[in-house]
């Protein structure tokens, strides 16, 4: 995992702008099959970009787009998509089982900072 690019906030902030406007293109056209595949995946991978996890916005592409170019083009999807999800798959698992660093002191910080936003928005 490199470096995040800016804060989690901040690319939660991003990826939810831009998964709205593309909702809101997708209401407009009314084209929701398959427009939701890239509303949804683009926002996904911008956010893992700017979190500094490259190899998982790789990967979270090549499923969202894949499906995409899949319907789109009319690719034999019945042997391609469960080709691509296994992927997927496979690559988070052996992410999470191969990645030897814990959580960093940073993450544990961010997080308890977000339960402390949260603690106190409860309480107004």
Do not use: C
Not at 29 to 39: A, K, R, S
Not at 83 to 106: C, H, N, Q, W
């Amino acid at each position: 995992m490199s470096k995040p690019i800016t804060s989690k906030r901040r690319a939660s902030s991003i990826s939810t702008a831009l998964f709205l406007l593309g909702l809101a293109y997708i209401f407009y056209t009314g084209i929701w099959w398959p427009n939701i595949m890239l509303v949804v995946g683009i926002p996904l991978a911008i956010r893992q970009y700017l979190n500094g996890r490259f190899h998982d916005m790789v990967v979270t592409l090549a499923l969202f787009v894949g499906v995409y170019i899949t319907t789109t083009v009319q690719v034999a999807w019945n042997l391609l998509l469960p080709i691509l999800f296994a992927i997927g798959a496979v690559y988070i698992l052996f992410r999470e089982f191969l990645d030897s660093r814990g959580e960093t002191e940073e993450e544990r910080e961010e997080d308890l900072n977000i339960e402390i936003e949260i603690d106190e928005y409860r309480e107004d």
